[in-house]
């Protein structure tokens, strides 16, 4: 049996947007604004209701009927986002669209390696594209869903269909301080990510060094830094993960992610640890190395399976062999022992295999079982709670959010 699953990505470029783009991007801007006072008034924000209330009062712009739709719909995206936060209470201002972003699903073409929309009623321009991107969209069985402009980036949402892998085994996914380790019973390994972590302490050794007292000019100084730092470790961030995807792609493993909902709070002000500890920790995003590694996953079709908090509760300090509470030896660096089996185990290989180990259990149940555990070969994955659980990343991501690549 085999799956064929939707897989979504963006691809991005510069470009310079002509005065006829401009003046769009203002006009997409201020339709955004209209549906959302509409929206408000009314308090509506379902986007078939929203559309039905505020298409009339769009008619004053010169706008092709696709966009008026488009921001409508964005209008209406921004209103639901609203209105959740409203419900969990958190503090909320009245939304209003500052950024030029023109996004729309309809009526554009790629022809002769440019993006071509429509401008006006009747009139049409073409955006050219980069070498990249047109390499990106010429691939075999890709569509191109959408397009977003901004003042400087073109970006567009595509997607395929693709045969969705089938896996036999799995690897756990686990944060370090310096690196990420990827493994399993049969194997671990590292990638190192101490490069990153050292950037970022130069970035802020080198910060906090100006005497300066301006605070414009600290600020000014501070983001071109920041902005370097961010495009040296994306770099390195982005071929870590490649490489973590497709190893696992070559072996057939569906990768493991912990839940890392409320990290940052782990390493905090207050928490016991030192300035420097949390520094190194909050230095690299491991959020980030979660979503490219997510979204990569996706694309080639691996499936990946994000674990609750409840589901990795003391993965990095379980023996993963006997279920033991794991202890600490000083004279050895990195390094757990367990007294039960009385073996030693490097720190970082924990967590992994005790991730990959509770992902087995939910992947097994997810999907029916092999005639092999029918028999009652893999009784564990069989039994336990019979909810149907759904594997992040095989489900398509709406399409209003357009993930960056
Ligand atoms: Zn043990």
């Excluded at 023109?102 to 022809?111: A, D, N, R």
């Excluded at 036999?168 to 019973?185: K, M």
């Excluded at 600490?328 to 005790?354: F, H, P, T, W, Y």
Aim: hydrophobic share 35%.
């Amino acid at each position: 049996m085999s799956f064929v699953v939707l897989a979504v990505k963006s691809v991005w470029q510069y470009y310079v947007p002509s005065k006829d783009i401009l003046g769009l991007l203002e006009m997409f801007r201020k339709m955004v604004n209209e549906s959302l006072r509409v929206g408000l008034a009314n308090e509506v924000s379902p986007l078939r209701r929203l559309s039905i209330l505020s298409y009339n009062q769009l008619a004053k712009y010169d706008s092709p009927s696709y966009y008026k739709l488009c921001a409508i719909s964005r209008a209406a995206g921004i209103l639901a986002a609203r209105n959740k936060s409203v419900k969990r209470g958190f503090p909320t201002k009245t939304p209003y669209a500052v950024r030029q972003q023109l996004v729309s699903c309809y009526g554009f073409k790629i022809e002769k390696g440019a993006l071509d929309i429509p401008i006006s009623r009747g009139r049409r321009l073409g955006i050219p594209l980069t070498k990249h991107t047109q390499e990106a969209i010429s691939q075999e069985g890709i569509t191109v869903r959408s397009f977003t402009l901004t003042i400087n980036r073109l970006s567009l949402y595509i997607a395929r269909d693709t045969p969705k892998i089938e896996c036999s085994s799995i690897v756990g996914v686990d944060r370090n301080l310096r690196n990420l380790t990827v493994g399993n019973d049969e194997q671990t390994r590292h990638y190192d990510l101490s490069q990153i972590v050292r950037i970022a302490n130069t970035t802020v050794r080198i910060v906090s060094s100006f005497r300066r007292d301006d605070a414009r000019i600290r600020t000014g100084i501070a983001s071109r830094y920041g902005q370097r730092r961010t495009s040296r470790t994306d770099h390195l961030l982005h071929s870590a993960t490649k490489t973590i995807v497709a190893v696992a792609v070559r072996k057939t493993t569906a990768i493991v992610l912990e839940n890392i909902e409320g990290i940052r709070s782990l390493y905090r002000k207050g928490n016991g640890q030192s300035r420097k500890y949390r520094g190194r920790m909050n230095g690299w995003s491991f959020a980030e190395a979660q979503r490219q590694i997510e979204y990569k996953a996706q694309w080639l079709g691996l499936p990946v399976i994000r674990l609750s908090r409840r589901e990795t509760m003391g993965s990095s300090i379980t023996c993963p062999r006997c279920g033991e509470r794991l202890q600490s030896d000083k004279r050895l660096e990195r390094k757990l022992r367990c007294g039960r089996c009385r073996i030693v185990m490097d720190r970082d290989q924990v967590a992994a295999i005790n991730l990959a180990r509770r992902g087995r259990v939910r992947f097994a149940r997810s999907r029916p079982p092999t005639l092999l555990e029918a028999q009652g070969g893999a009784v564990e994955a069989v039994k336990g709670n019979p909810t149907p659980t759904v594997i992040p990343g095989v489900d398509a991501p709406k399409l209003t959010h357009p993930r960056r690549s």
